[in-house]
């Protein structure tokens, strides 16, 4: 029972473009959706986070979208830089990830 | 923010034997987990580790396998027991924030 997918393992984007990441949820009884960043021999780091009552969060270059209706959570990154290079998973609050979606940013 | 580190950082095996990893938080934490990544997948929760009682494990994920202690706030361990090349993966802990998780930077453990 796969409650977070994230159906698009990878995705490249140039650099000073926008990258768009997309998960879906099954269940929706849940407070919070989160996205993590992960670096290779590293731990996933946090990055933004959702709550279910709101339909976007803005931190800086990164912007979460919520969209209840469609069950569809999606993370935009604008500008993005080859820094962001990096694999990013969404998570829901009871710990459960989704696959991944490895980034690529290309100078 | 709370800062983890994991010990080892990484290690090869012999089939049938065990390894315990440990995890250390630099604060308290109210939740600690432990997750399996295996190559080219995701995290997936092998259990929370309770202060001073029996974990929480999740389904397929038993304590004679992964046995798991947590005595105090800041410190837990993971053994992976009778260890078989299935269990090669990266064995990471995590301690929960108000929303988020923190991890450490994670167990690469290769078995023979």
């Known amino acids: 029972d796969q409650q977070v997918k994230q159906n698009s393992p990878s995705l490249s984007v140039q650099e000073g473009r926008i990258s768009i990441l997309n998960c879906d949820y099954t269940n929706s009884m849940f407070d919070y959706f989160l996205w993590y960043k992960k670096y290779p021999a590293e731990g996933p780091t946090f990055l933004i986070s959702i709550s279910s009552i709101k339909d976007k969060n803005e931190d800086g270059r990164f912007t979460v979208f919520l969209n209840k209706s469609a069950k569809h959570l999606s993370l935009h990154i604008v500008p993005s830089q080859p820094g962001d290079s990096a694999v990013y998973f969404c998570?829901?609050?009871?710990?459960?990830f989704g696959a991944g979606t490895r980034l690529t940013v290309k100078p | 923010s709370a800062v983890i580190s994991q010990k080892p950082s990484r290690d090869i095996c012999q089939r049938g034997t065990s390894l315990t990893i440990q995890c250390q938080v630099d604060?308290?934490?109210?939740?600690m987990f432990w997750y399996r990544q295996q190559p080219g997948q995701s995290l997936t929760l092998i259990a929370t580790?309770?202060?001073?009682?029996?974990?929480?494990?999740e389904s397929g994920f038993v304590i004679d396998k992964f046995p798991i202690s947590r005595p105090n706030l800041t410190f837990s361990t993971l053994t992976v027991s009778n260890m078989s090349p299935e269990d090669s993966s990266i064995y990471l802990c995590?301690?929960?924030?108000?929303?988020?998780?923190?991890f450490g930077p994670g167990t690469r453990l290769t078995v023979l």
């Open positions: 998570a829901i609050n009871d710990m459960r």
């Open positions: 604060s308290q934490v109210t939740m």
């Open positions: 580790a309770n202060q001073g009682s029996e974990a929480t494990y």
């Open positions: 995590s301690g929960s924030g108000p929303v988020e998780q923190f």
